[in-house]
């Protein structure tokens, strides 16, 4: 088997995952009007605090410069690191770097690239920095990254290859990615709704989550038992009207099980993402199930988002808790699907995570609580 152990989530919420736990318990959004972006767009954003980041990631690496990118992605990773339940050093352990953008704040019109901006230089330095000595691994495939960089550590340690496996999913905003989906017309000028009648657009986030995937049991446990993806091909940013892709992704992942008593939506609040999901969860006759969005609470975190999303859905089958998807007062998708609207306590045995991406990518991953 294998099982989900140490991990770090920073957002604008916070620096850990209890710190940012809290403020979803208490309803708090991160997402919110930044002037640096104002030139671009009306749109609010979700931040993480920059100089915090900075005066943590000191304690590590004294005086040493990092890129907003780099600072994160190290933070979060030292952080789960620290807790010593892994040695990077160890040739049975690996680590994989799940992002879609990396560095590409520093790539400048008219000027050649650094090597910097190559995410696999840039995953390099991260695994050295940190005592890594096989190889990393990157894992770029839209905003299903980090979901599938969760699939791929779970078939990496099943194959034999190794003991664990360290995922580390990060992005941060810029003015390349604040242009890029204005230029789609898909951003809210406020808060993100998700799977709400009124949603109009999602919100950018940025953060970094680590999660440490390994063979090794304990108590009280989340398991991964299986995922998979699939590409609908449907559109280079639109998705699929049918849901196809995601809907095969979440039958090739379930095999049959139907007793799923939760689903983490990917739930970006565009209106044709969250329609394609209730088409895709009503395909999957699991109109019933509790569903919810994290995005709400610190938008979305693009490379980040599956890794920092799961931590939040390996925490709430821990704590036998549904999450609200926040922004949402109103239900209003194609397919009616059981979204909730306010935090309450059920017990859950069974998780189907979710995530869907640019150029009709999806996936899907099932996690277990092991109560032993």
Same mark, same amino acid.
Do not use: W
């Given at each position: ?5 140490? !991990? ?9 995952? +209890?710190?940012?736990?809290?403020? %979803? ?5 991160? *997402? ?6 104002? &030139? ?5 954003? @979700? ?19 990092? $890129? ?18 892994? !040695? ?18 520093? +790539? ?8 910097? *901006? ?32 969760? %699939? ?6 099943? @194959? ?10 990060? !992005?941060? /905003? ?13 951003? &809210? ?32 446990? /989340? ?12 559109? /280079? ?20 099980? @139907? ?14 993402? !969250? ?9 999957? @006759? ?20 599956? *890794? ?13 808790? %549904?999450?609200? &998807?926040?922004?949402? $007062? ?43």
């Amino acid at each position: 088997m294998v099982y989900l152990a140490g !991990d770090n989530i920073i957002t604008s919420l916070g620096t850990d995952t +209890l710190r940012v736990l809290r403020e %979803i318990e208490n309803g708090k959004t991160g *997402i919110l009007n930044n002037t640096s972006y104002s &030139s671009i767009t009306r749109a609010p954003v @979700s931040v993480v605090d920059s100089q915090q980041v900075t005066e943590e990631l000191n304690q590590y690496f004294p005086d040493q410069l990092f $890129t907003r990118f780099e600072g994160v992605a190290l933070l979060s990773l030292k952080k789960v690191l620290a807790a010593g339940q892994v !040695d990077p050093s160890d040739p049975r352990s690996l680590f994989i770097l799940s992002t879609t953008k990396g560095n590409i704040e520093l +790539l400048k019109s008219g000027e050649s690239p650094s090597a910097d *901006i190559f995410l696999y230089t840039t995953a390099l330095k991260i695994a050295s920095l940190t005592g890594f000595v096989n190889k990393p691994v990157v894992i770029c495939n839209a905003c299903i990254s980090g979901v599938l960089a969760l %699939i791929y550590a779970q078939r990496a340690i099943e @194959s034999g290859r190794y003991d664990h496996v360290v995922v580390t999913g990060a !992005d941060v /905003i810029s003015e390349f990615i604040v242009a890029g989906f204005e230029s789609f017309k898909s951003m &809210s000028e406020q808060p993100c709704r998700p799977f709400d009648v009124k949603r109009d657009g999602l919100s950018l986030g940025e953060g970094a989550g680590t999660l440490l995937v390994t063979k090794q049991p304990g108590k009280n446990m /989340i398991t991964i038992v299986r995922g998979a993806s699939a590409n609908d091909a449907n559109h /280079i940013s639109g998705p699929s009207r049918t849901g196809e892709g995601l809907y095969l992704a979440g039958k090739n992942t379930l095999k049959g099980e @139907s007793d799923i008593d939760y689903i983490s939506a990917h739930g970006t609040a565009t209106p044709y993402n !969250d329609d394609m999901e209730s088409y895709a969860i009503h395909r999957l @006759s699991l109109s019933d199930v509790p569903v919810n969005s994290f995005k709400g609470y610190f938008g979305h975190t693009l490379g980040a988002a599956g *890794i920092i999303e799961s931590i939040l859905t390996k925490h709430s089958m821990l704590n036998n808790t %549904i999450y609200a &998807s926040l922004g949402l $007062t109103e239900k209003g998708t194609v397919k009616a699907i059981h979204a909730f609207d306010k935090t309450q306590d059920s017990r859950l045995k069974k998780c189907l995570k979710l995530a869907s991406g640019f150029g009709g990518c999806n996936a899907a991953l099932l996690l277990v609580k092991n109560e032993n």
